[in-house]
């Protein structure tokens, strides 16, 4: 099994603090997971894979996705066990050149001919469900705790209802339905997942993703109001008397236009992440293990206005340090989710097995970061 490596940083950066109340007490029978990922050492190898990257032209960015997703497992524990990623650099390096060719052509197509990418992409559409089936296979092959690895054991039919269907009827209700779809497909993720000789099952709760989305817009409308009230209210006071057309007007209105491009990017940034993070809250509290007839629950605890309070310092974090900061942003996260988590197991987790397994093609799982598509896992 992977050992997670020391922290040896020397790297005077803020400590990942999450925000609002600590997490309450668990049960005694509850196992908590943890994080003890340092920011320093994962600011080392976030910079390097970038520095990397960009002098081999993107072709070390499969090691660098394998050397990320090493430090981020190793330092994720349960029961005192850390988990590990065992993926290959060579396999996802394949997978991506592959996807990349695949977007030059498109990019190549609509070049000589405007417009046939789109019909391309559309032709392209009935391949999501192998190539979601695909991704999830290599990711949870690929992944273990305590050297036993997960599993996905689904077909690529089996994801045309979710994701196929479930875009369809999202376009056609113009995203009213886009939570119960969203629900649909996760729930698809979760109920072909396994552990050992255990699956993973998850019950309905369409009403509480219609909430998180309801909410999350809500929150962005409010913040929207607010800050156009409060831009006109200072536009109206600060240069209300003076001429139309004058130099201060007009320098004010660049200023005005500047901070609200800037309060958007915020809000898109911070609500998009709380919105992923809240269905997810909703995924672990409505998820078990089942061992033949013995379930183990999970519960998570955070909440939205903390999740808010969250992403939206992240994201203003982000903003101005230009992206320096964003191995801090993603750790804190990452430390604040994990502590908000637990599992109840109704006995001992030794009678867990599993045989050894392939991790299979990398393909799939390229093809989820190409194409900028999001499993919400």
Known sequence: MHTAPPDDTQLSLPKNTPPGPPPAPLTPDALRFSFSGDTGAFFRIWIVNILLSILTLGIYSAWGKVRTLKYLYGHTRLAGASFDYHGKPMAILKGRLLIVAVLVAL?????????????????????????????????????????????????????????????????????????????????????????????????KCVGGYYRVFLKGMLCALLGFVLIGA????????????????SLHNMLWLVIA?????????????????????????????????DNNGRRHRFESTVTLRQLFNLHLGNAFLMLISLGLLYPYARLRALRYRLEHLAMYPTDDLADLRAKPMSGRTALGDAAVDGFELDLGL
């Open 107 to 203: 990019a190549l197509a609509d070049k000589l001919t405007p417009g046939l990418s789109a019909l391309l992409y559309l032709v392209l559409l009935p391949l999501l469900p192998w190539v979601v089936v695909t991704a999830m296979k290599f990711r949870l092959r690929n992944t273990s705790w305590r050297q036993m690895r997960f599993n996905f054991q689904a077909k690529a039919w089996d994801a045309a209802g979710p994701y196929l269907a479930g875009l369809l009827i999202s376009v056609l209700t113009l995203g009213i339905a886009l939570p119960y779809a969203r629900h649909w497909q996760q729930q698809f993720l979760v109920n072909h997942a396994r552990f050992g000789n255990a699956g993973f099952e998850m019950g």
């Open 230 to 245: 409060i831009l006109g209210l200072a536009s109206t006071t600060v240069f209300g008397g003076m001429p139309r057309g």
């Open 257 to 289: 236009g500047g901070l609200l491009y800037l309060f958007f990017l915020l809000m898109w940034l911070a609500i998009g992440q709380v919105i992923r993070d809240g269905l997810a809250n909703e995924v672990w509290n409505h998820t078990v293990l």
